[in-house]
């Protein structure tokens, strides 16, 4: 049995603006819509067979200090596959053009051998593009 991820759900603050950062970060598409949530789907899966990014307010109760910090346990951050050095300058082009700040001003080494840009989205969650 083969045992990918198949689906990753953020809790954010605010449906809206995440919405709007990831549509401009990726090319994935809106699966599905609603007030309280988002569904992405990659461009190469229209229908969301293999992989799913949902992001959503929170579901189960109010949390009166809702504020990501990667240190505490739970996620550290996220990255989508690049495939090529040109796939990654076009990323960064795009995040420039979007006014999306990247942490040492665009593509930089991961600390692990790779190259990679770094960003965050609306609630502060880092968000990695990683040239495989």
């Known amino acids: 049995m083969k045992q990918y991820i198949h689906h990753i759900v953020l809790t954010v603050s605010d449906v809206k603006k995440s919405t709007d950062f990831y549509s401009k970060i990726s090319d994935w598409q809106i699966r599905e819509q609603a007030e309280h949530y988002t569904e992405f789907v990659p461009s190469d899966d229209p229908g969301g067979k293999h992989f799913l990014f949902v992001i959503g307010t929170p579901r189960d109760y109010h949390v009166t200090d809702n504020v990501f910090d990667r240190n505490r346990i739970g996620l ?9 050095e040109e796939e990654l300058q076009a990323i960064e082009h795009r995040l420039r053009a979007e006014d999306i700040e990247m942490e ?29």
């Open 76 to 84: 550290d951050h996220f990255a989508f596959w690049v495939e090529t």
């Open 104 to 132: 040492d001003g665009g593509i930089t080494n991961d600390d692990f051998g790779g190259t990679a840009i770094f960003c965050y989205d609306p609630d502060g969650m880092k968000v990695e593009f990683h040239l495989a």
